[in-house]
């Protein structure tokens, strides 16, 4: 079917410009990795666009459309409770633990357009070759990685394999997130660790390691504004990183119709709010410092997912 139809691809100058960073910042492992997989995608046709947009338009419109916030709490409890039987039953399969969320065979969103992928994990390769490139870049020299709102914890599968002498700590409010980590350490052998945490309510006794990075990954999208509780936590430690990759809504140009259906699909959800606009108000007050920051024109059909903002506290003294 597709060879009928014009089909681009995305190189690695492609991925340097989606994160943000130049060709030669993408090392040789993450090109291999590029060069193992499918990237190939075609234009959709003027009919099929507006279909697209259509359906965007009613789904923001739907009266019942889930939005975050506590009330969701039980379905992340039973999605990742379905990942943890799956996990189960495969013997460990580590394939069973991606979060079901990730769709096959539908458009994404790429460079403020809409495509479609030859690849139905387009979505979820994107993802591994973003994790690889930011990961290796930013963590290597911290002794302990602590992800919030972990979920499955595929990324700190992925960060075991790459970096098995760090400590790994993944937090979640659901249950069943702390069961798979506890699994997967005592089945691999990994130093990984879980633990219950509620961004509404951060654990006081909660104290992080020396020489840590901390991040989130589609995580803090969960809490709407609600991000003070747990920013005062991190104010308070003492890591050296933090890296959060969200859908950051300050960055859509609304001037863009891609940009303005994410944005108003973004509001609908309650999806993370001002807390870029929040860091940025800390880096004027001279407690942290924003290292990095880049809207990636990337993600499923309704909202560029995989935005990123690294910063670090600025009472640690400088190391990159
Ligand atoms: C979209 S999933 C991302 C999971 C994981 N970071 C990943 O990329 O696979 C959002 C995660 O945030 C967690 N979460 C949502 N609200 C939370 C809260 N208030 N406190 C802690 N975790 C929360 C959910 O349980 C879920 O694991």
């Not at 492609?14 to 910042?25: E, I, K, N, P, V």
């Not at 809504?249 to 999806?271: I, T, V």
Request: charged residues 25%.
């Amino acid at each position: 079917m597709y060879s009928q139809r014009n089909l681009s691809k995305l190189t690695i100058d492609d991925f340097a410009r989606l994160f943000g960073t130049t060709a030669d910042d993408i090392d040789e492992y993450c090109k291999g990795l590029v060069d193992t997989m499918d990237f190939s995608f075609e234009q959709l046709s003027d009919i099929e666009r507006d279909k697209l947009i259509l359906n965007i338009l009613k789904r923001i419109d739907l009266a019942d459309l889930p939005v975050s916030g506590e009330e969701r709490k039980p379905e992340w409890e039973k999605g990742w409770a379905d990942n943890l039987r799956d996990f189960i039953n495969s013997g460990y399969d580590l394939s069973k633990l991606v979060p079901k969320y990730f769709k096959k065979n539908i458009p994404v969103r790429l460079n403020r357009e809409y495509v479609m992928p030859v690849d139905p994990d387009f979505v979820l390769n994107c993802t591994r070759v973003f994790r690889n490139w930011i990961f290796r870049k930013y963590l290597k020299d911290v002794d302990s990685i602590y992800e919030f709102g972990c979920g499955p914890a595929t990324h700190l599968a992925f960060l075991a394999g790459i970096y098995p002498g760090k400590k790994l700590y993944g937090l979640d409010w659901a249950k069943p997130s702390q069961e798979i980590i506890r699994l997967l350490a005592k089945h691999f052998g990994w130093q990984i660790e879980g633990r219950h945490f509620d961004f509404f309510a951060p654990d006081v006794n909660l104290h992080l390691d020396e020489n840590s990075a901390v991040y989130t990954f589609g995580a803090l999208e969960q809490i709407g504004g609600n991000h003070k509780a747990f920013l005062q936590f991190l104010l308070k430690e003492s890591f050296k990183l933090c890296i959060n990759v969200e859908c950051i809504s300050e960055f859509y140009n609304q001037d863009y119709l891609p940009d303005y259906l994410a944005f108003k699909y973004h509001k609908r959800r309650n999806y993370l709010d001002g807390y870029l606009t929040r860091l940025q108000e800390l880096e004027a007050e001279g407690k942290i410092i924003i290292l990095a920051m880049h809207h990636q024109q990337f993600g499923n059909i309704y909202d560029d997912s995989h935005s990123y903002v690294v910063w670090k506290l600025r009472k640690i003294p400088a190391t990159s």
